[in-house]
């Protein structure tokens, strides 16, 4: 199974700040034949199912803020939010969809410094 | 309005069977793989399964393996995750979820199933 670590565990950022959270799978998520990483990204709210922000790596879900950016391939992936607002305190994960059983990172919780 | 909703969570001794369903509205259910994801107090999130459009593929997490079985109804919209010989450790909040190929983006709110003595 591929493994997903996330970093850091928790984050704390200051409001307007940029929060930056790392992911590392154990093997590569690139599909040679398409070029798409097979890598998304979740919020997730207390009380609340997660909610897709990115996939492929960095395409933005319909109706996410830009302030919202992934990035990376291969192994390595990063979620930046660009200026952070109150309402972006949460967990987020990774997770890849490249091969079945799929899997996530472990959660990084994001908070306002 | 896409919608996905659990139900058959429970309190449950270990060793017993529940039977979980996610009914489906609002999108052509039978296009896309469904998913099972669940969540233990307090922790991240863990997939545990997966069934392909028709039913004919079907993926699982090891530590499900061989206890719990993902199905599908397509003419009820439904998806169903039978769970036996439950163990303290399946206690959680299970999530269905549709697979668009591109992540997981449509999410029910959950059914808590607890393991308990």
């Known amino acids: 199974d591929i493994v997903m670590t996330q970093s850091p565990e928790s984050l704390a950022v200051s409001l307007g700040g940029r929060a930056t959270i790392n992911c590392k799978s154990s093997q590569s998520v690139l599909d040679s034949s398409n070029k798409k990483n097979y890598l998304a990204w979740y919020q997730q709210k207390p009380g609340q199912p997660p909610k897709l922000l990115i996939y492929w790596s960095s395409t933005r879900e319909s109706g996410v803020p830009d302030r919202f950016s992934g990035r990376g391939s291969g192994t390595d992936f990063t979620l930046t939010i660009s200026s952070l607002q109150a309402e972006d305190v949460a967990v987020y994960y990774c997770q890849q969809y490249y091969i079945s059983p799929q899997t996530f990172g472990q959660g990084t919780k994001l908070e306002i410094k | ?117």
């Open chain 2, 1 to 117: 309005e896409m919608q996905l909703v659990e139900s058959g969570g429970g309190l449950v001794q270990p060793g017993g069977s529940l039977r979980l369903s996610c009914a489906a509205s609002g999108f052509s259910f039978s296009s896309y793989w469904m998913t099972w994801v669940r969540q233990a107090p307090g922790k991240g999130l863990e997939w545990v399964a997966n069934i392909k459009l028709d039913g004919s593929e079907e993926y699982y997490v090891d530590s499900v393996k061989g206890r719990f079985t993902i199905s599908r109804d397509n003419a009820k919209n439904s998806l169903y995750l039978q769970m036996n010989s439950l163990r303290a450790e399946d206690t959680a909040v299970y999530y269905c979820a549709r697979d668009w190929y591109q992540g997981l983006d449509v999410w029910g709110k959950g059914t808590t199933v607890t393991v308990s003595s």
